[in-house]
């Protein structure tokens, strides 16, 4: 079965601070890859930052980045100088290239205090 | 350049009644999919279109569910009759083809339906 498990329902962090949001995913496919979304309340997912899976290096995106750990098939966010504008629900993808499959997890909520 | 337009963004309707949602893609991207979020849960894939084709309709529930997007631009989604447990909201999204390498997905806000 192809699923995607996100064991923390909510985190919290402090303004300016630094949060890792984890993510484990299993497949058994070999090319696909890897999203974390974000949904505000608004409802609009919208794309924090994108894996290959044939990439060792680790995606990063201005204060977003990610550890990808493919033998683990582990892939966390990290949120560096948290801002208030980060507080959302966040979304752990894969993306199976040969189906076109976008698998979700069950999301994190991330509230940021002042 | 417009992102993914839904519409309506709330339906309230009662149980036993129809209800449809619209969605128009991102202009030039042939693939659209309709999502199932319930709240506190991640969106599931309800069907998939390539162009005006259903390559991926495998969890719709086709007894009360039905989906088209005739001119591979926008597209209805459909239940009839609707049921309490149908309450969640439903999302649209779109993708360009593949053959350009972009995996992307955009989405739009979402239909939040509650049926009583």
């Known amino acids: 079965a192809q699923t995607v498990t996100q064991s923390q329902p909510e985190m919290s962090v402090q303004e300016a601070e630094t949060v890792t949001l984890s993510c484990t995913y299993d497949?058994?496919?070999?090319?696909?890859?890897l999203f974390w979304y974000k949904q505000p309340p608004s409802r609009q997912m919208i794309l924090v930052i994108r894996q290959e899976a044939y990439k060792q290096q680790n995606a990063t995106e201005n204060r977003f980045s990610v550890n990808f750990q493919k033998a683990a098939k582990s892939f966390s966010l990290k949120i560096s100088d948290s801002q208030l504008g980060d507080a959302a629900m966040y979304f752990c993808?894969?993306?199976?290239?040969?189906?076109?499959?976008?698998?979700f997890g069950t999301g994190t909520r991330l509230q940021v205090f002042p | 350049e417009a992102g993914v337009v839904q519409s309506p963004r709330y339906k309230i309707i009662e149980k036993k009644q129809p209800v449809a949602f619209w969605c128009n893609p991102i202009s030039g991207h042939n693939t659209l999919y309709w999502y199932l979020q319930n709240l506190g849960q991640g969106p599931e894939l309800l069907i998939r279109?390539?162009?005006?084709?259903?390559?991926?309709d495998s969890q719709l529930p086709k007894d009360r569910f039905s989906a088209e997007r005739l001119k591979g631009v926008d597209s209805t989604l459909k239940i009839q009759p609707a049921e309490l447990g149908d309450s969640a909201v439903y999302l649209c999204?779109?993708?360009?083809?593949?053959?350009?390498?972009?995996?992307?997905?955009?989405f739009g806000q979402g239909t939040r339906l509650t049926v009583v």
């Open positions: 497949t058994s496919e070999s090319d696909y890859y």
């Open positions: 999204a779109s993708s360009p083809s593949r053959a350009h390498g972009n995996t992307e997905a955009f």
């Open positions: 279109y390539e162009n005006e084709e259903a390559v991926d």
């Open positions: 993808a894969y993306f199976i290239y040969n189906t076109d499959k976008l698998i």
